[in-house]
């Protein structure tokens, strides 16, 4: 019976030296076998979308930096811009590591998947926790707190990675051996960060569809509130389900079908690569556009009470049209010259009352008009 080192020993030449003889098409004859994936189909997809991620994760980033620099040059830095700053910067490194896993397994891509899977996911999924505190309204979250809650919580897998990566390299003097199982035992803290994630999600979908704002802009900010909400938990969600798929795949479904080496590396590439677009899609451009979206909301003048308040003062900005009563100026009075004459409105015609008619309402009378209570007393007991 082979120890769980050589267990561990086997697999992993297995998956460095695994190849059945046939070279893909379109690879050269002097290509390592290393990068023979990389001109197979599913390594070719899973390229072609990771590379398109990554620069619509620069482009958004750019984006959303000359807009940081043009509004906070008026009213200051927008709330929430550098934890979705942060965001980008992870996703965009979710989109770069699929490639260290296209190509096989060696000393060199070890460290790499070791280190930066965790660490990518939890920067993602610690400014997802801290964007959804914010929404709540949580004290410890508000303003630069809210990156900074960020990116403690991430040097917390950071420090969980770097430990396990010293260990797996100095092991029994192997070179980064180590079981898929272990690899997704690393992966738990991460997993804590996305469901409580997805709790504090959850949590403010319901506080969105129960409260209501009663801002003269309420009706309209509280419908950005809800479809922020529905969006986040729907990311968080699609999230949850990829990463069921791949553990499940890497740990036993792979293993039960017989394909337990060769499809591993697919598996987590196309995990991390089909989560990112998730986060893309969810959180990135929907953010950014509900931030300026507010910003252009901001420029909006403010709502004009001048006449209702104030009958009697004409604003300086109601026309001519507005004082000769074609339309409602707010209920202002008409001036001394122009009563007794008809008011020139297209449809309306407003004109003095006469003094000679009778305008009074008719009111009810009883017939006993001096004593109206007297047959109620005669028939009292």
Known sequence: MPTSSQ??????????????????????????????ELCDIWGIVVQAAAALGFVSCVALATVLLLWMACTSRR???????????????????????????????????????????????????????????????????????EAGVAVTLTLVQVIISVEWLLVVLIRDERTCEFSQAEFAMLQIYVMVLLAAALATALRFLCDAYITYSY?????????????????????????????????TLLIYGNHAMGHSPDWDDPVISIALTANGWVLLLGHGFTQVHFMCQ????????PLHFTGWTSPGKTPAAVTEETKTGRDNGGFQMDTDERRGKDMESPGIIMTEISTEKDYSIPRPTTTNINKPYDEYYIHRV
């Open 75 to 145: 009213c200051g830095r927008p709330v929430g811009t550098v934890a979705l700053l942060l965001f980008l910067l992870g996703t965009a490194g979710m989109f770069a590591l699929p490639f260290s896993f296209v190509i096989s397994l060696s000393p060199q891509t070890c460290p790499v998947r070791v280190f930066l899977f965790g660490v990518l996911f939890c920067i993602v999924f610690s400014a997802l926790l801290a964007r959804g505190l914010a929404l709540m309204d949580v004290g410890l979250v508000r303003g630069w707190r």
């Open 215 to 247: 801002s003269y802009t309420g009706r309209q900010t509280h419908r950005h509130t809800k479809l922020q909400a529905a969006l986040l938990v729907l990311t968080l969600l699609l999230s949850v389900c990829i990463w069921i798929v791949w553990i």
């Open 7 to 36: 267990q561990m020993s086997m697999e992993f030449l297995v998956r460095v030296e695994r190849s059945n003889g046939s070279r893909p098409a379109g690879c050269g004859s002097a290509l390592d076998q290393l990068y023979w």
């Open 294 to 301: 507010c910003e252009a909301r901001t420029k909006d003048p």
